[in-house]
Protein backbone atom coordinates (compact mmCIF):
# COMPACT_ATOMS: atom_id res chain seq x y z
CA UNK A 1 0.00 0.00 0.00
CA UNK A 2 2.74 2.59 0.75
CA UNK A 3 4.41 1.66 -2.45
CA UNK A 4 1.18 2.36 -4.67
CA UNK A 5 0.55 5.31 -2.68
CA UNK A 6 4.13 6.85 -3.32
CA UNK A 7 3.69 5.84 -7.10
CA UNK A 8 0.18 7.72 -7.16
CA UNK A 9 1.92 10.82 -5.47
CA UNK A 10 4.78 10.70 -8.07
CA UNK A 11 2.73 10.67 -11.00
CA UNK A 12 0.33 12.98 -9.37
CA UNK A 13 3.38 15.95 -9.08
CA UNK A 14 4.89 14.92 -12.55
CA UNK A 15 1.21 16.00 -13.88
CA UNK A 16 1.49 19.17 -11.63
CA UNK A 17 4.46 19.95 -13.17
CA UNK A 18 4.10 19.14 -16.67
CA UNK A 19 0.61 21.55 -16.42
CA UNK A 20 2.75 24.00 -15.09
CA UNK A 21 5.10 23.93 -17.79
CA UNK A 22 2.89 24.06 -20.75
CA UNK A 23 0.68 26.87 -18.49
CA UNK A 24 4.06 28.66 -18.87
CA UNK A 25 5.45 27.96 -22.10
CA UNK A 26 2.63 28.59 -24.16
CA UNK A 27 1.57 31.91 -23.39
CA UNK A 28 5.06 33.40 -23.80
CA UNK A 29 6.00 31.42 -27.14
CA UNK A 30 2.81 32.23 -29.03
CA UNK A 31 2.61 28.22 -30.06
CA UNK A 32 -0.85 26.48 -31.24
CA UNK A 33 -2.56 24.41 -28.22
CA UNK A 34 -2.11 21.18 -30.58
CA UNK A 35 2.08 21.36 -29.83
CA UNK A 36 1.91 22.54 -26.62
CA UNK A 37 -0.46 19.69 -25.44
CA UNK A 38 1.80 17.41 -27.50
CA UNK A 39 4.37 18.31 -25.45
CA UNK A 40 2.74 18.05 -22.37
CA UNK A 41 1.58 14.42 -23.04
CA UNK A 42 5.09 13.55 -24.07
CA UNK A 43 6.62 14.79 -20.91
CA UNK A 44 4.07 12.42 -19.19
CA UNK A 45 4.84 9.77 -21.38
CA UNK A 46 8.34 9.52 -19.62
CA UNK A 47 7.10 9.36 -16.37
CA UNK A 48 3.69 7.16 -17.06
CA UNK A 49 3.82 3.49 -16.33
CA UNK A 50 3.17 1.64 -19.51
CA UNK A 51 -0.11 0.33 -18.32
CA UNK A 52 -1.66 3.88 -19.36
CA UNK A 53 0.58 4.37 -22.46
CA UNK A 54 -1.68 2.36 -24.49
CA UNK A 55 -4.50 4.71 -23.38
CA UNK A 56 -2.75 8.04 -23.68
CA UNK A 57 -1.59 6.94 -27.37
CA UNK A 58 -5.19 6.41 -28.48
CA UNK A 59 -6.48 9.32 -26.90
CA UNK A 60 -3.51 11.60 -28.42
CA UNK A 61 -4.92 10.29 -32.02
CA UNK A 62 -7.87 10.88 -31.91
CA UNK A 63 -6.87 14.14 -30.90
CA UNK A 64 -4.44 14.75 -33.99
CA UNK A 65 -7.25 13.24 -35.95
CA UNK A 66 -9.60 15.81 -35.01
CA UNK A 67 -7.10 18.38 -35.07
CA UNK A 68 -6.18 17.72 -38.43
CA UNK A 69 -10.08 18.05 -39.91
CA UNK A 70 -10.39 21.37 -38.38
CA UNK A 71 -8.56 24.25 -39.46
CA UNK A 72 -5.17 25.69 -36.83
CA UNK A 73 -6.13 28.68 -35.85
CA UNK A 74 -3.90 30.84 -33.79
CA UNK A 75 -5.44 32.69 -30.77
CA UNK A 76 -3.57 34.21 -27.43
CA UNK A 77 -7.07 34.81 -26.27
CA UNK A 78 -8.17 30.68 -27.25
CA UNK A 79 -4.57 29.22 -25.99
CA UNK A 80 -4.32 31.03 -22.67
CA UNK A 81 -8.08 30.02 -21.34
CA UNK A 82 -7.88 26.32 -22.33
CA UNK A 83 -6.67 23.63 -19.78
CA UNK A 84 -4.04 21.34 -20.20
CA UNK A 85 -5.15 17.95 -21.29
CA UNK A 86 -4.89 15.29 -17.76
CA UNK A 87 -3.55 11.95 -19.02
CA UNK A 88 -6.33 9.35 -20.11
CA UNK A 89 -8.83 11.84 -20.50
CA UNK A 90 -10.31 12.55 -24.05
CA UNK A 91 -9.90 16.11 -25.27
CA UNK A 92 -13.30 17.58 -26.23
CA UNK A 93 -13.57 19.96 -29.16
CA UNK A 94 -14.70 23.22 -28.41
CA UNK A 95 -17.38 25.37 -31.05
CA UNK A 96 -15.57 26.97 -33.34
CA UNK A 97 -16.19 30.47 -34.06
CA UNK A 98 -19.12 31.15 -36.69
CA UNK A 99 -20.65 27.84 -36.02
CA UNK A 100 -24.13 27.43 -36.04
CA UNK A 101 -24.78 28.06 -32.96
CA UNK A 102 -23.10 31.74 -33.37
CA UNK A 103 -25.12 31.95 -36.24
CA UNK A 104 -28.74 31.72 -34.68
CA UNK A 105 -29.28 35.04 -33.87
CA UNK A 106 -28.95 35.94 -37.93
CA UNK A 107 -32.19 33.66 -38.16
CA UNK A 108 -33.94 35.95 -36.84
CA UNK A 109 -34.91 38.17 -39.81
CA UNK A 110 -38.69 38.08 -40.09
CA UNK A 111 -38.15 41.56 -38.78
CA UNK A 112 -38.68 43.36 -41.84
CA UNK A 113 -42.06 41.69 -43.01
CA UNK A 114 -43.85 42.04 -39.56
CA UNK A 115 -43.28 45.82 -40.59
CA UNK A 116 -44.71 45.53 -43.90
CA UNK A 117 -48.27 45.08 -42.25
CA UNK A 118 -48.35 48.66 -41.03
CA UNK A 119 -48.80 50.97 -44.47
CA UNK A 120 -45.82 52.92 -45.18
CA UNK A 121 -45.66 55.87 -47.31
CA UNK A 122 -45.17 54.59 -51.17
CA UNK A 123 -48.43 52.76 -50.35
CA UNK A 124 -50.67 55.65 -49.69
CA UNK A 125 -51.28 55.96 -53.69
CA UNK A 126 -52.91 52.26 -53.69
CA UNK A 127 -55.60 54.02 -51.59
CA UNK A 128 -56.26 57.02 -53.94
CA UNK A 129 -58.24 55.06 -56.43
CA UNK A 130 -60.97 53.80 -53.73
CA UNK A 131 -61.52 57.98 -53.51
CA UNK A 132 -61.74 58.72 -57.38
CA UNK A 133 -65.50 57.13 -58.07
CA UNK A 134 -66.74 60.63 -55.90
CA UNK A 135 -66.31 62.39 -59.36
CA UNK A 136 -68.77 61.21 -62.07
CA UNK A 137 -67.16 59.80 -65.05
CA UNK A 138 -67.60 61.16 -68.08
CA UNK A 139 -70.32 59.11 -70.74
CA UNK A 140 -68.10 56.68 -73.30
CA UNK A 141 -71.42 56.38 -75.17
CA UNK A 142 -71.37 60.26 -75.98
CA UNK A 143 -69.28 59.52 -79.74
CA UNK A 144 -71.95 56.63 -80.41
CA UNK A 145 -75.16 58.58 -79.70
CA UNK A 146 -73.44 60.65 -82.65
CA UNK A 147 -72.70 57.75 -85.26
CA UNK A 148 -76.22 57.54 -86.19
CA UNK A 149 -76.48 61.11 -87.66
CA UNK A 150 -73.32 60.83 -88.91
CA UNK A 151 -73.93 57.80 -91.02
CA UNK A 152 -77.50 60.01 -91.81
CA UNK A 153 -75.92 62.32 -92.77
CA UNK A 154 -73.28 59.88 -95.00
CA UNK A 155 -76.14 58.16 -96.54
CA UNK A 156 -77.44 61.87 -97.61
CA UNK A 157 -74.44 62.68 -99.30
CA UNK A 158 -73.74 59.78 -101.12
CA UNK A 159 -77.59 60.06 -102.59
CA UNK A 160 -77.06 63.38 -104.16
CA UNK A 161 -73.64 62.00 -105.29
CA UNK A 162 -75.30 59.26 -107.24
CA UNK A 163 -78.20 61.84 -108.72
CA UNK A 164 -77.98 62.72 -112.36
CA UNK A 165 -78.11 66.54 -113.14
CA UNK A 166 -80.90 67.32 -115.60
CA UNK A 167 -79.44 69.46 -118.37
CA UNK A 168 -83.17 70.83 -118.99
CA UNK A 169 -83.24 72.44 -115.22
CA UNK A 170 -79.90 73.67 -115.68
CA UNK A 171 -80.50 75.50 -118.60
CA UNK A 172 -83.77 77.27 -117.07
CA UNK A 173 -86.19 75.14 -119.47
CA UNK A 174 -88.28 73.94 -117.22
CA UNK A 175 -88.49 75.49 -113.84
CA UNK A 176 -88.76 72.71 -110.47
CA UNK A 177 -85.89 70.78 -108.54
CA UNK A 178 -84.52 68.01 -108.08
CA UNK A 179 -86.26 65.77 -105.06
CA UNK A 180 -85.21 62.69 -103.37
CA UNK A 181 -84.81 59.47 -104.82
CA UNK A 182 -88.32 57.47 -105.44
CA UNK A 183 -87.85 53.81 -104.48
CA UNK A 184 -91.08 51.23 -103.70
CA UNK A 185 -90.45 48.07 -104.60
CA UNK A 186 -90.22 47.74 -108.40
CA UNK A 187 -90.57 51.18 -108.80
CA UNK A 188 -88.66 54.42 -108.71
CA UNK A 189 -86.37 56.86 -109.74
CA UNK A 190 -83.02 57.82 -108.62
CA UNK A 191 -83.21 61.80 -109.92
CA UNK A 192 -87.07 62.65 -110.17
CA UNK A 193 -87.82 66.33 -110.21
CA UNK A 194 -90.65 68.38 -109.40
CA UNK A 195 -91.42 70.79 -111.61
CA UNK A 196 -94.00 74.22 -111.87
CA UNK A 197 -93.66 74.94 -115.28
CA UNK A 198 -92.37 74.22 -118.58
CA UNK A 199 -90.32 76.18 -121.23
CA UNK A 200 -87.84 79.22 -121.77
CA UNK A 201 -89.74 82.00 -122.70
CA UNK A 202 -93.06 82.42 -122.20
CA UNK A 203 -93.25 79.49 -119.60
CA UNK A 204 -96.22 77.23 -119.03
CA UNK A 205 -97.46 76.60 -115.78
CA UNK A 206 -98.74 73.25 -114.05
CA UNK A 207 -102.24 73.33 -112.29
CA UNK A 208 -99.85 71.77 -109.86
CA UNK A 209 -96.39 70.54 -109.78
CA UNK A 210 -95.92 67.47 -111.16
CA UNK A 211 -93.02 64.45 -110.56
CA UNK A 212 -91.13 63.27 -113.39
CA UNK A 213 -87.90 62.47 -114.73
CA UNK A 214 -85.33 64.46 -116.71
CA UNK A 215 -86.18 62.52 -120.35
CA UNK A 216 -89.49 63.61 -119.68
CA UNK A 217 -88.48 67.21 -118.93
CA UNK A 218 -86.45 68.00 -121.73
CA UNK A 219 -89.14 66.91 -123.98
CA UNK A 220 -91.79 68.50 -122.23
CA UNK A 221 -89.42 72.09 -122.24
CA UNK A 222 -89.85 71.33 -126.31
CA UNK A 223 -93.38 70.14 -126.45
CA UNK A 224 -94.49 73.75 -124.43
CA UNK A 225 -93.52 75.43 -127.49
CA UNK A 226 -95.80 73.67 -129.99
CA UNK A 227 -98.54 73.52 -127.63
CA UNK A 228 -98.47 77.68 -127.42
CA UNK A 229 -98.59 77.77 -130.56
CA UNK A 230 -101.44 75.67 -131.77
CA UNK A 231 -103.11 77.72 -128.63
CA UNK A 232 -102.48 81.11 -130.39
CA UNK A 233 -104.18 79.52 -133.80
CA UNK A 234 -106.77 77.67 -132.48
CA UNK A 235 -108.16 80.06 -129.53
CA UNK A 236 -105.72 83.54 -130.24
CA UNK A 237 -104.55 83.42 -126.11
CA UNK A 238 -102.24 82.26 -124.26
CA UNK A 239 -102.47 79.33 -122.09
CA UNK A 240 -102.45 79.74 -118.02
CA UNK A 241 -101.96 76.48 -116.86
CA UNK A 242 -101.86 72.62 -118.00
CA UNK A 243 -104.34 70.58 -115.92
CA UNK A 244 -102.67 67.17 -115.10
CA UNK A 245 -103.60 63.49 -114.25
CA UNK A 246 -100.91 61.00 -113.37
CA UNK A 247 -97.44 61.57 -113.11
CA UNK A 248 -95.56 59.35 -110.76
CA UNK A 249 -97.78 56.09 -109.62
CA UNK A 250 -96.69 52.69 -109.02
CA UNK A 251 -99.01 50.87 -110.82
CA UNK A 252 -99.46 48.43 -113.99
CA UNK A 253 -100.45 49.53 -117.09
CA UNK A 254 -104.29 51.01 -117.02
CA UNK A 255 -104.40 50.57 -113.12
CA UNK A 256 -104.64 46.58 -113.76
CA UNK A 257 -103.51 44.17 -111.72
CA UNK A 258 -101.90 41.95 -113.97
CA UNK A 259 -99.67 42.78 -117.00
CA UNK A 260 -96.10 44.84 -117.04
CA UNK A 261 -95.73 48.06 -114.93
CA UNK A 262 -96.84 51.65 -116.16
CA UNK A 263 -93.99 54.03 -116.83
CA UNK A 264 -95.71 56.21 -114.66
CA UNK A 265 -93.87 54.16 -111.98
CA UNK A 266 -90.28 55.15 -113.16
CA UNK A 267 -91.72 59.06 -113.02
CA UNK A 268 -91.23 58.52 -117.24
CA UNK A 269 -95.05 59.11 -117.99
CA UNK A 270 -97.41 62.28 -117.50
CA UNK A 271 -101.32 62.61 -118.43
CA UNK A 272 -102.39 65.51 -119.83
CA UNK A 273 -106.74 66.17 -118.83
CA UNK A 274 -106.89 70.14 -120.19
CA UNK A 275 -105.72 73.62 -120.36
CA UNK A 276 -106.76 76.87 -118.88
CA UNK A 277 -106.42 80.16 -121.33
CA UNK A 278 -105.76 83.60 -120.17
CA UNK A 279 -109.01 84.84 -121.35
CA UNK A 280 -110.51 82.76 -118.92
CA UNK A 281 -112.27 80.06 -121.18
CA UNK A 282 -111.10 76.09 -120.76
CA UNK A 283 -110.90 73.34 -122.89
CA UNK A 284 -110.84 69.67 -121.79
CA UNK A 285 -109.86 66.59 -123.72
CA UNK A 286 -112.88 64.26 -122.51
CA UNK A 287 -115.12 67.32 -124.20
CA UNK A 288 -112.89 68.77 -126.74
CA UNK A 289 -111.70 65.84 -128.88
CA UNK A 290 -114.90 65.77 -131.07
CA UNK A 291 -116.25 69.14 -129.48
CA UNK A 292 -116.18 72.43 -131.10
CA UNK A 293 -114.16 73.26 -134.60
CA UNK A 294 -111.38 75.28 -132.77
CA UNK A 295 -110.99 72.67 -130.06
CA UNK A 296 -111.57 69.74 -132.82
CA UNK A 297 -108.24 71.88 -134.06
CA UNK A 298 -106.25 72.18 -130.70
CA UNK A 299 -106.29 68.77 -129.62
CA UNK A 300 -105.87 66.98 -132.74
CA UNK A 301 -102.91 69.31 -133.06
CA UNK A 302 -101.38 68.83 -129.48
CA UNK A 303 -101.75 64.98 -130.58
CA UNK A 304 -99.75 65.05 -133.67
CA UNK A 305 -96.87 67.10 -131.96
CA UNK A 306 -96.92 64.61 -128.99
CA UNK A 307 -96.27 62.00 -130.97
CA UNK A 308 -93.51 63.78 -132.93
CA UNK A 309 -91.55 63.94 -129.44
CA UNK A 310 -92.39 61.21 -127.29
CA UNK A 311 -92.00 57.57 -127.33
CA UNK A 312 -95.58 56.63 -126.20
CA UNK A 313 -98.70 58.78 -126.96
CA UNK A 314 -102.61 57.38 -126.23
CA UNK A 315 -105.17 59.54 -126.57
CA UNK A 316 -108.99 58.96 -127.16
CA UNK A 317 -108.82 56.69 -130.25
CA UNK A 318 -106.49 54.66 -128.65
CA UNK A 319 -108.61 53.22 -125.86
CA UNK A 320 -111.63 53.72 -123.66
CA UNK A 321 -108.90 54.13 -120.56
CA UNK A 322 -107.59 57.52 -122.54
CA UNK A 323 -110.92 59.05 -123.34
CA UNK A 324 -110.06 61.58 -120.97
CA UNK A 325 -106.29 61.64 -120.60
CA UNK A 326 -103.68 62.05 -123.13
CA UNK A 327 -101.13 59.86 -121.63
CA UNK A 328 -97.09 60.92 -122.80
CA UNK A 329 -94.10 58.98 -121.82
CA UNK A 330 -90.59 58.57 -122.71
CA UNK A 331 -91.04 54.21 -122.31
CA UNK A 332 -88.89 51.80 -124.68
CA UNK A 333 -90.19 50.35 -127.73
CA UNK A 334 -88.06 47.92 -130.04
CA UNK A 335 -85.23 46.37 -129.96
CA UNK A 336 -82.57 49.41 -129.87
CA UNK A 337 -85.71 51.60 -128.20
CA UNK A 338 -86.38 53.68 -131.43
CA UNK A 339 -89.75 52.82 -132.48
CA UNK A 340 -92.70 54.71 -131.10
CA UNK A 341 -96.49 54.40 -130.47
CA UNK A 342 -98.75 56.87 -131.57
CA UNK A 343 -102.74 55.76 -130.74
Not at 198 to 219: D, Q
Request: charged share 25%; aromatic share 4%.
Amino acid sequence: MNLSFQRLLRNGFLAIMAAAICLFISPTADMPVASSQARAENILEIFKPKTTKKRSIQARRTAQRRQSQRPHRTSTSTSATRTPQIPGTVPVPQPRPGSAEEAKPEEKQPQPEDKGSTPTPEQKPEEAPAEKPSTPATPPAGPKETAPHEEKAAEKKDERVYQAACPALMNGEVQGKLVAPLSDGICGERSPLSLSAIGKENPLSFAAPITTNCAMAVTLAQWAKAVRAAALKSFGTEIEAIGTGSDYQCRKVNGGTSGRTSEHAFANALDIMSFRLKNGRTTELATGWNGKPEEKEFWRAVHKTSCDMFMTVIGPDGDTAHRTNLHLDQGCHGGNCTSRICQ
